[in-house]
């Protein structure tokens, strides 16, 4: 039983929380609020993605359900896949077949709960930070949590005892298992820089300096990248492969497990846009003041900042469903090959040189400050004219498109015909 004694205690609002009961029941109310908006967030992406690939396409959307916005084709789809009938093969394993949607899903869930999403609430009972979780191991929380999403995806390929879904479930593990390396490299700069695996200290550096965008931009293209393939998103949906492998791993899934995969992919997405919106752009601080970081926090400041990240948040939610009805799919070598022959080196090459960087700065008397993060910047767009000329010329990654003429892109496809011979005859 709750003491409500503890409760009706009045204490000073910038003050935090000391009470153990007031922590237990602002935690629970935060954690209600956060799932709630997640998973409304995640139906209601569905309809966006119809909204906006129709926006592209020069057609209309959803328009028979809720009027003409469709604005209840969410729960028109809902309601369906309640009422389908659940179907299994008859030699899958049932108890992995069962869990292995669930495991695509809760740890997308789980990473919200250390993302910190405003400034802190001033109450009656005390100041109240604006995240589930404030863990001091936040950073090092996120990426074992997130980790753990490829095992539904191998298991739903593999419990279902078919060709289709494990052929699709063993593209995922290569994939995601590639891609995964690469985003934790691209996050250790974000410590070199911050000196802390802390999120609430990560978003206070760059309020103090300059976003992360800006000062470790490469880590931010290579996050961004990796994060795409992570989440299976065009270009790198290579585990459904719907012309391929007949929607891959999750073939023999219906009904409300086969809608948990598409929420999964949504929350995913979601996910991957908080947390580039956290490391990269300051999180919840708005730009150009620094009102909102300083004490006395109030509602108005928590109300902004909190509109601030969901604004972040969205724009590249929104950029992730641009990039979906506006590219094509790789083939598995392209992704392969970036993967490992692009992304890996880039990553590990980058901390070596920003440690480099931070060391010979530390040693000549630059201090964190303007000077530091326009050298921090101008090495940044140095790097990245060097290697979009490299990749884009197709002397890393098989050329399949490109803006050359025709004869160029003959030529680059010829070498690297010549190069697949040479590794062969050499291996």
């Given at each position: 039983?709750?003491?409500?004694?503890?409760?009706?205690?009045?204490?000073?609002?910038q003050a935090p929380i000391t009470g153990y009961t007031t922590y237990i029941v602002f935690s629970i109310i935060k954690l209600i609020i956060v799932f709630t908006i997640y998973?409304?967030?995640?139906?209601?992406?569905t309809l966006a993605e119809r909204k906006i690939s129709a926006w592209i396409q020069g057609r209309h959307g959803p328009n028979r359900v809720g009027g003409r916005g469709g604005w209840l084709q969410p729960a028109a789809d809902g309601v369906k896949n309640f009422m389908k009938e659940e179907t299994e093969p008859g030699n899958a394993s049932h108890p992995l077949f069962s869990i292995a949607p669930a495991l695509s899903f809760v740890p997308a869930m789980l990473v919200w709960c250390v993302i910190p999403f405003g400034s802190p609430l001033p109450t009656p009972w005390g100041r109240v930070d604006l995240v589930v979780a404030d863990l001091p191991v936040g950073?090092?929380?996120?990426?074992?949590?997130a980790s753990?999403?490829?095992?539904g995806i191998v298991l739903a390929g593999w419990a279902s005892n078919n060709k289709y879904s494990f052929l699709g479930g063993l593209r995922s593990s290569a994939q995601m298992v590639s891609y995964e390396v690469a985003l934790g490299m691209s996050t250790i700069p974000i410590i070199l820089l911050a000196g802390n695996v802390t999120m609430s200290e990560i978003?206070?550096?760059?309020?103090?300096?300059?976003w992360n965008v800006l000062n470790l931009t490469t880590a931010f293209v290579v996050f961004f990248v990796a994060a795409l393939a992570e989440n299976n998103r065009v270009p790198f949906d290579l585990p459904e492969a719907e012309s391929e492998l007949i929607a891959g791993y999750h073939?023999?899934?219906s009904a409300m497990k086969f809608s948990l995969f598409f929420i999964a992919e949504y929350a995913n997405m979601v996910t991957a846009g908080a947390l580039m919106a956290t490391l990269f752009l300051g999180g919840w601080d708005i730009p150009f003041t620094g009102w909102d970081n300083a004490a006395p926090f109030t509602v108005l400041k928590t109300i902004l900042t909190l509109g601030c990240f969901l604004t972040k948040t969205g724009f590249f939610v929104f950029v992730f469903i641009w990039i979906r009805w506006t590219l094509p799919r790789f083939r598995y070598d392209q992704l392969m090959s970036l993967g490992w022959r692009v992304m890996l080196p880039v990553a590990l090459g980058y901390i070596a040189l920003l440690a480099t960087t931070l060391l010979v700065l530390q040693a000549?008397?630059?201090?964190?400050?303007?000077?530091?993060?326009?050298i921090l910047l101008m090495e940044n767009i140095c790097i990245l004219?060097?290697?979009f000329v490299m990749v884009d010329e197709g002397r890393i990654v098989s050329p399949a498109y490109g803006r050359a003429q025709q004869a160029r892109i003959v030529r680059l496809r010829a070498r690297s015909a010549r190069r697949a011979v040479t590794e062969g005859a050499g291996k």
């Open positions: 039983m709750i003491p409500v004694h503890a409760l009706l205690q009045v204490v000073d609002r998973m409304l967030s995640a139906a209601l992406l950073f090092l929380f996120i990426l074992a949590i753990l999403g490829v095992y978003i206070r550096q760059q309020a103090h300096s300059m073939t023999e899934y000549i008397g630059i201090n964190p400050g303007p000077v530091h993060s326009f004219l060097v290697l």
